[in-house]
């Protein structure tokens, strides 16, 4: 799959260089050829043989290195030669010397002497990834930062951190993404285009709660994983993302608009807010369809004030139908100008309901899963266009899944 291409891994000091082996295995796997460049302080935590074993080339950590005596610039010679550099995990001294053009050493100066694509893997406590100036350097938050140009903007690939557990003991986000993680991200970065560059996406993830009191609410069992990855997957191809997003426990993702909601009613003044500049709409979120009805009006902010007590071990709600988002955008002025895709989650007559569901609610494409998908990494799912047409898909990742979701928005826009 990756056979021809030249592939250097940097690897900077921190607990997860172990992972970077994983990396290098996976690589030679798949027919690419591996170089690997390390910083001096990276070979206390693994040695220089371990990858010169699994990578079968002399591994760069001094420019001066009698290893490379053939390569009389080591640095130029591999830069000319990779089509892609991997740097996992990339510590926030790297980052800081990346988005600053230092090269003080083997790895940095080889970076800033490369052309080809750069994928970049964060690993750190989650207190240094906070960190302001590692936020400026890397963009992780989104905007532009002052001070000149950083990471993205000099088109580094950002993949990660993840939240978990770090070697500090922290749980939290800082953990370098999973090697199949970035080794799936080198697949799609050789393959993919920035074919949505200048698009807006809207995308809306997770599900909604509807507080009954101020300790409990209804709400469902989104993980909120499929709409994050649409996210993910759409910033890379190019496009200006924005993510509404109910609550959910995953790391924000790197170069997106996030706007973080708790209810239906917010995610729908979310959305009818940004709406209006989307090229298109993915409604991936699991919105609830009802909320409490009390016979008084009452406000969200009232609800929360005060815990139901338990009389006679009973308690009855009445509940309402939320608004719903999808059928009132459908019913702007512009909708002829934006795509709308919908998701239809049924445990019964899929296909029959989620045809309804694209019918009634005037959608461009509509996905078609079961609660199985429920929390999971994967999804078997069915994509069902306006005309009608059925493309029954096998379980895939929710990552290669959101990128044949983007296929068919890319192809309508």
Excluded at 29 to 45: E, N, Y
Excluded at 214 to 234: D, F, T
Excluded at 389 to 399: A, G, H, S
Aim: glycine letters at 6%.
């Amino acid at each position: 799959m990756l056979a021809g291409k030249t592939i250097i891994l940097g690897v900077s000091s921190s607990i997860a260089a172990y992972k970077a082996c994983e990396i290098v295995s996976r690589l030679k796997k798949l027919g690419a050829d591996v170089w690997v460049v390390m910083t001096r302080s990276a070979t206390q935590l693994i040695t220089p043989q371990t990858f010169r074993t699994l990578s079968c080339n002399p591994v760069l950590v001094d420019l001066f290195a009698p290893e490379f005596s053939a390569m009389p610039v080591p640095h130029i010679a591999l830069a000319k030669m990779a089509d892609l550099l991997i740097i996992a995990p990339a510590t926030a001294n790297v980052i800081g010397k990346l988005a600053h053009g230092i090269g003080d050493d083997a790895l940095t100066t080889l970076a800033l002497s490369i052309t080809a694509p750069k994928l970049i893997a964060p690993a750190m406590n989650c207190e240094m990834w906070r960190n302001p100036i590692v936020r400026k350097n890397v963009s992780a938050i989104g905007g532009s930062a002052s001070g000149g140009k950083k990471l993205k903007e000099l088109k580094w690939r950002i993949i990660g951190p993840e939240a978990g557990h770090l070697a500090c003991g922290d749980d939290d986000i800082g953990r370098m993404s999973e090697p199949e993680e970035i080794i799936e991200a080198t697949i799609k970065l050789f393959a993919e285009k920035f074919d949505l560059e200048g698009k807006n996406i809207l995308i809306t993830a997770g599900g909604t709660r509807e507080a009954i009191d101020p300790v409990r609410y209804i709400s469902n069992r989104s993980s909120g994983k499929m709409g994050y990855a649409l996210a993910r997957a759409a910033r890379a191809r190019g496009a200006k993302v924005t993510l509404v997003s109910g609550p959910t426990y995953l790391p924000v993702p790197a170069d997106v608009e996030m706007i973080k909601v708790e209810s239906a009613a917010e995610m729908m003044e979310a959305v009818l807010a940004k709406q209006k500049d989307a090229d298109a709409i993915v409604m991936a979120a699991a919105v609830g369809d009802f909320t409490r009805n009390d016979e008084l009006p009452i406000t969200n902010d009232e609800i929360k004030l005060k815990k139901i007590k338990r009389n006679n071990n009973k308690l009855s709600l009445t509940l309402k139908s939320t608004q719903d988002i999808l059928q009132i955008i459908a019913q702007q002025k512009d909708r002829k100008n934006k795509i709308l895709v919908g998701f239809a989650l049924e445990t019964d007559d899929l296909i029959k309901n989620a045809k309804a569901k694209l019918k009634a609610k005037d959608l461009d494409l509509i996905v078609a899963n079961e609660p199985a998908t429920f929390d999971s990494d994967e999804i078997k799912f069915s994509l069902i266009n306006r005309a009608g047409k059925i493309d029954n898909l096998p379980k895939q990742t929710k990552t290669t899944a959101a990128n044949l979701i983007l296929d068919r928005v890319q192809a309508m826009l």
